[in-house]
């Protein structure tokens, strides 16, 4: 059973999309919530596997809450909710390291896509917004160019997985693509992530653009 959160000050929009989640198989609601804080508390004691999160929110807002849930526990997945669809607003999700953003105003058959595809490939981008994930992506990469960082080293075979994850793989479909089992590809993911610094596999993405290690045209959104 994949265990969900919900945490959104709009109390109609919040039970709806409870009731949504809850008629999708194996995807349960176990808590929701008005308050970011509230849910802090209670993921100190009880393990989530995915968190629906709403940017503007009274107390602590999205983003505040998004950084101190991943302190708390880094495996959660965490999506933003929001009609806010700059590029400056989806690099900022990207960066504070959620793992993925899906608008309110998408389709509902998206959501339970949505849920599987975090769990499975780590990462989740509402398809209406591939235009402005290119340009936040490319907009990080020339942000970034003049900062000096330490560029770490990427062994073939881990160049070849960060590129098979940007054309939305999973670990199962790229251990296929490789003839590699799917345990050695979810431990070449945690080598990468820990050699490159990243919350989650979009930071890996953002890093692997910003050394030239991919194209911006190899992800797929």
């Known amino acids: 059973m994949i265990k969900i959160a919900l945490v959104d000050d709009h109390k109609l929009f919040r039970k709806s ?32 596997d995915v968190l629906f999160l709403d940017i503007e929110m009274p107390i602590l ?12 526990d880094p495996k959660l997945k965490i999506i933003i909710l929001s009609q806010l669809t700059s590029k400056e607003a989806v690099h900022k999700v990207m960066e504070i390291g959620a793992n993925g ?10 959501l339970e896509e949505a849920i599987n595809n975090v769990m499975d490939k780590d990462y989740y981008f509402d398809i209406s917004l591939s235009s402005v994930i290119r340009e936040a992506l490319l907009w990080n990469k020339k942000r970034t160019s003049t900062i ?67 194209k911006l045209d190899e992800f797929k959104a």
């Open 17 to 48: 999309l409870s009731l949504l989640i809850n008629s999708f198989n194996g995807i349960s609601v176990v808590f929701d919530s008005a308050d970011g804080y509230n849910f802090l508390q209670y993921i100190e004691e009880t393990d989530i």
């Open 148 to 214: 000096e960082t330490d560029k770490v080293s990427l062994t073939s075979r881990e160049i070849e997985i960060v590129q098979l994850a940007t054309r939305e793989k999973c670990s199962k479909e790229i251990a296929d693509s490789l003839n590699i089992s799917t345990r050695t590809v979810e431990k070449h993911r945690k080598h990468i992530m820990e050699k490159t610094q990243s919350k989650n596999f979009i930071g890996v993405i953002l890093y692997a653009l910003k050394h030239n290690l991919i």
């Open 61 to 72: 807002n999205g983003f505040e809450v998004c950084s101190k849930a991943k302190l708390i």
């Open 101 to 110: 953003y899906f608008t309110k105003n998408s389709s509902p058959e998206m």
